[in-house]
């Protein structure tokens, strides 16, 4: 339908940071969602994951993608952090000549964006992992878009941003899209997040200190066949050995192996896989530069499917150096 939007947000508001200790939250999430015009070449306008502090607007279709009422730019009153997938150039937006990937920041005119080769048209399935490190104030966006015979695109991008600068400590976290006088459809075929930072809770008396940071998976269907994707996380550890021209081992973490396996991995593999799944981490597999190190394309044949695998610096904040992938 034209000029048509909707939202779809999770039931309970996601914990960003803490006022008192000003600590923020890590947050990983991952979803797969497919925008299709039937085969027209005339679409618009969008789909968006946003957190934001307060209820929004009503008859946001169009440019605004569910977001903000006409002709809002810059505003005080609605706060929001957005990556916005934009179908439809809009000249007052400033917004570049083709679809596109934006970050909004509390205006939907974006402060970083990069063309996006997508395949509206077939309405084949996109593939995203957005993450913001707390330590580095990164907030990365990995895109993967599928094509007719396994052929793929990616696109990525980052921006430094402070959150508490921008949002409280609680926020709305989940989806909007519109469509303006052209048509698409927008649904979200999987997601998943997580989150490092506990909200804070009655102390019981007697008790000590705080129990440790936990994270949290949710899953949303939008449309109306759920299609399961496998998104998930696998972390490993990896010990570098100290004598000379020695290669990365792999070493394991009880605590850590327990942690993945009540979570959503999919299983455990080595590092001589993972590099050989981005022919040894080359250059050309490098889509971008996240928080804490690189992100690159992979394929995993025991999987027979494409990932995003990040490389962790040994340089960060993390005191041994991991891999992490995420299914696509």
């Known amino acids: 339908m034209d000029y048509s939007w909707g939202r779809a947000i999770y039931g309970e508001q996601l914990y960003l940071w803490d006022p008192n200790s000003r600590n923020l939250t890590d947050l990983t999430t991952n979803f797969s969602f497919v925008i299709d015009s039937l085969n027209s070449s005339s679409y618009a306008d969008g789909l968006t994951f946003f957190l934001n502090d307060t209820q929004l607007p009503s008859r946001v279709w169009g440019e605004n993608i569910g977001l903000t009422e006409f002709n809002v730019t810059n505003t005080t009153a609605i706060h929001f952090?957005?990556?916005?997938?934009?179908?439809?150039?809009?000249?007052?937006?400033?917004?570049?000549?083709?679809?596109?990937?934006?970050?909004?920041?509390?205006?939907?005119?974006?402060?970083?964006?990069?063309n996006w080769s997508s395949n509206i048209k077939e309405g084949k399935l996109n593939h995203v992992s957005i993450c913001y490190t707390s330590?580095?104030?990164?907030?990365?966006?990995?895109?993967?878009?599928?094509?007719?015979?396994?052929?793929?695109?990616?696109?990525?991008?980052?921006?430094?941003?402070?959150?508490?600068?921008y949002l409280p400590e609680f926020v709305n976290i989940g989806f909007s899209g519109a469509t303006g006088r052209a048509f698409q459809k927008n649904n979200i075929h999987s997601w998943n997040f997580s989150s490092t930072l506990q909200p804070p809770s009655p102390v019981e008396p007697g008790d000590g200190k705080n129990g440790k940071k936990t994270g949290f998976v949710v899953g949303l269907s939008v449309c109306a066949v759920v299609v399961v994707c496998g998104l998930g996380l696998v972390w490993h550890h990896l010990r570098k050995k100290r004598n000379s021209g020695g290669e990365d081992d792999t070493d394991s973490d009880p605590t850590m192996d327990e942690d993945f396996e009540k979570g959503i991995g999919l299983g455990k593999f080595s590092f001589q896989e993972l590099a050989l799944a981005t022919s040894n981490f080359a250059e050309e597999e490098k889509l971008g530069e996240g928080g804490f190190g690189g992100v690159y394309r992979g394929f995993l044949r025991k999987l027979n499917s494409y990932v995003v695998i990040k490389r962790v610096s040994r340089g960060s904040m993390i005191t041994t150096q991991k891999v992490l992938f995420d299914s696509l």
């Open 81 to 114: 952090v957005v990556v916005e997938f934009d179908t439809f150039s809009n000249t007052g937006k400033r917004d570049p000549v083709s679809d596109h990937v934006g970050i909004d920041i509390n205006s939907m005119i974006s402060v970083k964006t990069v």
């Open 135 to 165: 330590s580095s104030q990164n907030l990365s966006v990995v895109l993967i878009t599928e094509f007719m015979g396994d052929r793929t695109t990616s696109q990525s991008l980052y921006y430094k941003v402070d959150l508490r600068e």
